[in-house]
Nanobody, 125 residues
């Protein structure tokens, strides 16, 4: 059964950096659009970034533009979310998602077919 797994979360001070990784078993990520969204209790889910299959076009939420970068490795086994200049408001549970369909944007990431279990990011001094 295909599964996604996130790693790389943790506690970091404001202004710091983390790199989240999304790896898959049972599917080749290169054939899927991959996204990251985040969830904080009491707040709406927010699509953070996505990278499309094939041409690897990217899209970002305005709240993370110029701070976060999504990328995939050449082998198609891992997708990364490099997060720089982290702010307390970036604190959330971050989920990696994947779908073979095109056209599902940042506001539809939670409709993607495959989900990981999430990795917690906490930004605090």
């Amino acid at each position: 059964q295909a599964q996604l797994a996130e790693s790389g979360g943790g506690l970091v001070q404001p202004g710091g950096s983390l790199r989240l990784s999304c790896s898959a078993s049972g599917l080749s990520l290169g054939h899927y659009t991959i996204g990251w969204f985040r969830q904080t209790p009491g707040k709406a889910r927010e699509g953070v970034a996505l990278i499309t299959s094939g041409d690897s076009n990217t899209d970002y939420a305005d709240s993370v533009k110029d701070r976060f970068t999504i990328s995939r490795d050449n082998a198609g086994t891992t997708v990364y979310l490099q997060m720089n200049n982290l702010k307390p408001e970036d604190t959330a549970l971050y989920y990696c998602v994947a779908d073979v369909r095109d056209g599902l944007g940042l506001d539809r990431l939670w409709d993607y077919f495959y989900w990981g279990r999430g990795t917690q990011v906490t930004v605090s001094s």
